[in-house]
């Protein structure tokens, strides 16, 4: 084989054969494909895209550059979440420990955020001592005792994915359905899950910004899931608007527990009971009662018990920013939008999210909306606090979230889930 022969292939529309995808996957992981003819191919994929059998070896080659974990033997069943990624999109905190509650087990290897999309792993590392890092024997250990982990994913999983997903960053390649399809379900198919449901947000705020798009890559991922035995189900839900008030690290972490509490924004609660609740009729516990788990503290109970098992202090005081400013109402009416793209630009400018890999977050950074859409304003209420450590944000920041909010009319209720994907 040669990398140049796989190009030309894709290049000129052709369907590439099992042997093609299997050499150039493998011969890329160990560096002898280099970063240029690979970040090559995968425009051509983009233009091209893949057949259903292209996108299912593909997939298998990713998960084949790794190990795939042994999970069988624990006492519960597996199931796993993915989100696609959003604004306010805080559900994992809540549900991983919610669905462990009720009788699953949840190995839950999460990501950081890049971009105007925050990453579960920076939020909860608002929480003083609570390490991302799990050996092998603690993460099983952790997932028998307690029954939740959320933690960075070793190197071992899908590495194929992982140089190939800092290519395609960095070359315009990320938004194609296969080459997104199967960058996620490597991952999650390789960390040994029985079922896994998938939440595809479709929105200003998301990846996919139409029905149409999410439905393809929803799709595409429970076939892929299917495929390899694991039992999948997709939802599409909005991401037009942030998901709750709250749009950072800590500040979501705060929201994250008030739901545990058994109070919180409404549309936080739903999405997390209804997620739960998918999870647990995936693997064969329908009658769990994933509503009364968090009202009576059950849930709680296992997040507590999460964060410790991971160093955190769950009583510590989450860390306050030095800067606060708020944005005021410049007319009188009905929240007729609050764009989630831009309260993410803002949270994301403040200092919660990173320009680049290597940087830092802030903890304490990050936007509360203190109007949300259908609510009524008078001139001069606020519409949302700016928080951040570093005061040389806020011009910007102030600009794009002040844009981010439009008063008129009555706006119509947007529905939370848009559709279901089996
Ligand atoms: N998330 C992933 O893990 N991979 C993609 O390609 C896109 C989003």
């Given at each position: 084989?040669?990398a140049?022969?796989?190009?030309?292939?894709?290049?000129?529309?052709?369907?590439?054969?099992?042997a093609e995808?299997?050499?150039?996957?493998d011969a890329?992981?160990?560096g002898e494909?280099?970063?240029?003819?690979?970040a090559?191919?995968a425009?051509a994929i983009?233009l091209r895209?893949?057949?259903?059998a292209?996108?299912?070896?593909?997939?298998?080659?990713m998960i084949?550059s790794?190990?795939r974990?042994?999970l069988?033997g624990?006492p519960r069943?597996t199931?796993?979440k993915h989100s696609?990624g959003?604004v306010?999109?805080?559900?994992t905190?809540?549900?991983?420990p919610l669905?462990?509650?009720?009788?699953?087990?949840?190995p839950?290897l999460s990501?950081?955020?890049l971009?105007?999309t925050?990453?579960?792993?920076?939020k909860?590392e608002?929480i003083?001592?609570?390490?991302?890092s799990l050996?092998?024997?603690?993460?099983?250990?952790q997932l028998?005792?307690?029954g939740?982990?959320i933690?960075?994913?070793?190197?071992?999983?899908a590495?194929a994915?992982?140089k190939?997903?800092?290519?395609?960053?960095?070359?315009?390649?990320v938004?194609s359905v296969?080459?997104?399809?199967s960058?996620i379900m490597?991952?999650?198919i390789a960390?040994?899950?029985q079922?896994l449901?998938l939440?595809v947000?479709v929105?200003?705020?998301?990846?996919m910004k139409?029905v149409?798009?999410a439905?393809?890559?929803a799709?595409a991922m429970?076939?892929l899931?299917t495929?390899?035995?694991?039992?999948?189900?997709?939802?599409?839900?909005?991401m037009?608007t942030?998901?709750?008030?709250a749009?950072?690290n800590?500040?979501e972490v705060?929201e994250s527990?008030a739901?545990l509490?058994?109070?919180?924004?409404?549309?936080?609660v739903e999405l997390?009971?209804?997620?739960?609740?998918?999870m647990?009729?995936?693997v064969?516990?329908?009658?769990?009662d994933?509503?009364?788990a968090?009202a009576?503290?059950?849930a709680?109970?296992?997040?507590r018990?999460m964060?410790r098992?991971?160093?955190?202090?769950?009583?510590?005081?989450?860390?306050a920013?030095?800067?606060?400013?708020?944005?005021?109402?410049?007319?009188?009416?009905v929240?007729?939008?609050?764009?989630a793209?831009?309260i993410?630009e803002?949270?994301w400018?403040?200092?919660?999210?990173?320009?680049?890999?290597?940087h830092?977050?802030?903890?304490?950074?990050?936007?509360?909306?203190h109007r949300?859409?259908g609510?009524?304003v008078?001139?001069?209420?606020?519409l949302?606090?700016?928080r951040?450590?570093?005061p040389a944000?806020l011009?910007a920041?102030?600009?794009?979230?002040a844009a981010?909010f439009?008063?008129?009319?009555?706006?119509?209720?947007?529905?939370?889930v848009i559709?279901?994907?089996?």
């Amino acid at each position: 084989f040669s990398a140049v022969s796989v190009i030309r292939t894709k290049r000129d529309g052709g369907v590439l054969r099992d042997a093609e995808i299997d050499w150039v996957v493998d011969a890329f992981t160990r560096g002898e494909v280099a970063d240029e003819q690979m970040a090559a191919l995968a425009m051509a994929i983009l233009l091209r895209g893949m057949t259903t059998a292209e996108t299912a070896r593909w997939t298998q080659a990713m998960i084949s550059s790794g190990e795939r974990l042994d999970l069988t033997g624990l006492p519960r069943p597996t199931v796993d979440k993915h989100s696609t990624g959003g604004v306010g999109d805080k559900i994992t905190l809540p549900l991983a420990p919610l669905v462990a509650a009720c009788g699953a087990a949840v190995p839950q290897l999460s990501g950081r955020g890049l971009g105007h999309t925050g990453g579960t792993l920076d939020k909860l590392e608002a929480i003083p001592g609570w390490r991302a890092s799990l050996g092998r024997d603690e993460f099983r250990t952790q997932l028998a005792d307690v029954g939740a982990v959320i933690c960075a994913p070793g190197g071992s999983l899908a590495p194929a994915d992982h140089k190939l997903y800092a290519l395609r960053d960095v070359t315009g390649t990320v938004e194609s359905v296969p080459l997104i399809a199967s960058s996620i379900m490597s991952k999650k198919i390789a960390t040994g899950t029985q079922a896994l449901v998938l939440d595809v947000k479709v929105g200003s705020g998301a990846f996919m910004k139409s029905v149409p798009a999410a439905r393809e890559l929803a799709r595409a991922m429970v076939e892929l899931g299917t495929a390899h035995g694991v039992r999948t189900v997709a939802l599409l839900t909005n991401m037009d608007t942030p998901l709750g008030y709250a749009v950072g690290n800590g500040v979501e972490v705060a929201e994250s527990v008030a739901v545990l509490a058994g109070g919180g924004p409404a549309d936080v609660v739903e999405l997390t009971v209804t997620l739960a609740r998918e999870m647990l009729t995936a693997v064969g516990l329908p009658d769990a009662d994933p509503a009364a788990a968090l009202a009576d503290g059950r849930a709680m109970d296992v997040w507590r018990r999460m964060i410790r098992a991971q160093g955190g202090d769950p009583d510590a005081p989450l860390p306050a920013a030095a800067e606060t400013e708020q944005i005021r109402a410049a007319a009188d009416g009905v929240v007729s939008q609050v764009d989630a793209f831009a309260i993410g630009e803002a949270a994301w400018r403040l200092g919660a999210g990173r320009a680049r890999k290597e940087h830092p977050v802030s903890a304490a950074a990050g936007v509360l909306l203190h109007r949300r859409v259908g609510d009524p304003v008078r001139v001069g209420d606020a519409l949302c606090e700016l928080r951040t450590d570093d005061p040389a944000t806020l011009p910007a920041a102030r600009a794009v979230a002040a844009a981010a909010f439009q008063v008129g009319s009555e706006p119509p209720a947007p529905s939370l889930v848009i559709e279901r994907v089996t």
